[in-house]
């Protein structure tokens, strides 16, 4: 899936074609309205994420041109928290709305969503749900389930897991994990990484001190074992 990224923040950029790039989106870039205009028309992304306060041609702008002749799913986001600011958003023809700053776990999902529904994305049975092994993901309630049972997992404890299952077979430290998952949040200690994957392991694997899937890359990282 193509996916369009416009903001004239250039490190919110780089950012975001982070995180998306490592879900397995082809990323797009611009920094301004004009260029989401010719980008759209000419390599006619999936989705536009689509900044409102930019040079040239704002958002709001943008949005209602390139609703005269695509359909494609447009994220707006602003710094303004106003409910009319979200109504303007959708009034120039926006699916969804997301104030900076914001958690990047929240624009991925809201992505996922969006694809799921338009025409160009997946069947919703393909993406609603995440398998390897005996263990699932159920991505629109974010339920986990070994083995058909369902396991209780915290907020942080799904995103660990989901972000290692949709990068099978790929070790990242711990310090990729971190500036993945608590990307947005105050940096914890290296140690919470440590913490959230042995509680994985109690709660996901048959055997946890000899796991078959939430595996250590010893002197590297983790990794889930496809």
Not at 125 to 152: F, K, M, W
Not at 167 to 185: F, G, H, K, Q
Not at 201 to 213: G, M, S, V
Request: charged share 30%.
């Amino acid at each position: 899936m193509k996916i369009l990224v416009v903001d004239d923040e250039d490190l919110l950029v780089k950012g975001i074609r982070f995180n998306l790039q490592n879900e397995g989106y082809e990323v797009l870039t611009g920094s301004n309205g004009l260029e989401a205009l010719q980008i759209v028309q000419s390599q006619k992304p999936d989705l536009l994420v689509l900044d409102v306060m930019m040079p040239e041609m704002d958002g709001l702008t943008a949005c209602s041109k390139i609703r005269e002749f695509s359909n494609v799913p447009i994220i707006l986001l602003t710094a303004k928290t106003d409910d009319m600011d979200k109504l303007m958003g959708f009034d120039h023809g926006a699916d969804d709305y997301l104030t900076k700053p914001f958690n990047i776990l929240e624009l991925k999902a809201r992505i996922r969503a969006l694809l799921r529904r338009s025409s160009s994305g997946k069947s919703a049975a393909e993406a609603n749900t995440l398998t390897i092994g005996p263990i699932t993901l159920d991505l629109d309630a974010r339920n986990a389930y070994r083995s058909g049972e369902l396991v209780d997992l915290t907020a942080k404890e799904f995103d660990v897991i989901e972000f290692l299952m949709r990068n099978p077979n790929r070790v990242y430290s711990r310090e990729a994990l971190l500036d993945t998952i608590w990307a947005y949040e105050y940096r914890s200690d290296i140690r919470t990484v440590d913490v959230h994957i042995r509680r994985l392991r109690e709660k996901l694997e048959e055997h946890p001190a000899e796991p078959n899937y939430i595996m250590t890359k010893w002197g590297v990282g983790y990794y889930f074992r496809k």
